[in-house]
C-alpha cells in the first residue's frame, strides 16, 4: 500500500506538471460546478484562499461572490491560521502564500470551507502540504462549515492513507468528476447538526 508521504509526493508532481498545461480549462470545468454548487448550499460566510500556482484558481469567482457574501482568507499564525477577511492589498508571505494584512476580528461561524487539496483518499479526507494547518484550525471550530475540496487535476485513491485528523470533504470537485459524502443529503440543517457541544 502507498503511504500518505509516497501519495503526497505523486500527487504533488501531478498537480504541478498539470499547472503548466491546460490549466484554465482545467480550472474552468471545476469552477462552472462550484459555483453551481454554492446555489444550492446555504450560507453566506465563505472560507476561500487565495490560490498557488498549482491550485485552482478561485478569484474570479470570489470577485463574482463578494457583494452578497463575506468572504474569508486564512492568516498563518505558527503551525495553524485564523480567518480574515478578504481584501487588498495582498502580499506574498511563508511558502509563497498570498494574505491581506491582519485583523483582530474575530469570525465564530464559517458556513462554506473551499478548501483546496494536494491529494484526497477513499474516505475522502484531505491530504495538504504535510504541515496539518487545516486540521488545526478545522479542529478549533465549535461549528463545521459544509466543506468543498477543489483540486485542477484528479488525484484521488480508494486506499485509507490519511490520519483521522486530516479535514473530510463534504463535497470533491475536479475538472471530470463532482463527489458527494455519502451521508450528505440534508443542505437546510447543517448548522444545528454540525455543531458540537464545548
Ligand atoms: N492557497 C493556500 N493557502 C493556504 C494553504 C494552502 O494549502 N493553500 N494552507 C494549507 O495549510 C495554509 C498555508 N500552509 C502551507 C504549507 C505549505 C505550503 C507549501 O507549498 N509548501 C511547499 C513549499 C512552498 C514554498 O516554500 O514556496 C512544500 O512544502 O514543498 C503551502 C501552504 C494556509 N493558506
Ligand atoms: N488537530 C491537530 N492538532 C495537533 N496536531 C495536528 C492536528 N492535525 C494535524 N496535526 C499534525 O500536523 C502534522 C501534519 O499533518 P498532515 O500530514 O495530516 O498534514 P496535511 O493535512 O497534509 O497538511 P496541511 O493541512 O497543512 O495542508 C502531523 O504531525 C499531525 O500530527
Do not use: W
Not at 464559517?110 to 488545526?136: E, F, Q, T
Amino acid at each position: 500500500m502507498e503511504s500518505k508521504e509516497e501519495f503526497r509526493a505523486r500527487c504533488l508532481q501531478k498537480l504541478k506538471h498539470h499547472a503548466l498545461r491546460n490549466k484554465l480549462r482545467q480550472d474552468h470545468a471545476v469552477l462552472t460546478k462550484l459555483a453551481l454548487l454554492l446555489k444550492d448550499v446555504k450560507g453566506k460566510t465563505i472560507l476561500c484562499y487565495l490560490p498557488l500556482k498549482h491550485e485552482v484558481n478561485i478569484t474570479k469567482l470570489m470577485r463574482s461572490l463578494r457583494p452578497d457574501n463575506r468572504l474569508l482568507v486564512p492568516f498563518m499564525e505558527g503551525v495553524s491560521f485564523k480567518v480574515v477577511k478578504f481584501r487588498l492589498p495582498i502580499k506574498k508571505k511563508r511558502f509563497s502564500v498570498l494574505e491581506p494584512q491582519n485583523s483582530q476580528m474575530i469570525f465564530s461561524k464559517i458556513d462554506i470551507a473551499i478548501v483546496p487539496v494536494v491529494g484526497v483518499d477513499g474516505a475522502l479526507r484531505r491530504i495538504g502540504h504535510g504541515k496539518g494547518m487545516y486540521d488545526r484550525f478545522f479542529s478549533s471550530l465549535k461549528c463545521h462549515p459544509i466543506v468543498i475540496f477543489v483540486q485542477g487535476a484528479d488525484c484521488f485513491t480508494t486506499q485509507h492513507v490519511g490520519d483521522a485528523h486530516d479535514v473530510q470533504a463534504d463535497f470533491y470537485i475536479t475538472p471530470n468528476h463532482f463527489i458527494k459524502r455519502r451521508g450528505f443529503n440534508d443542505f437546510r440543517v447543517f448548522n444545528r447538526r454540525r455543531c458540537r457541544a464545548i
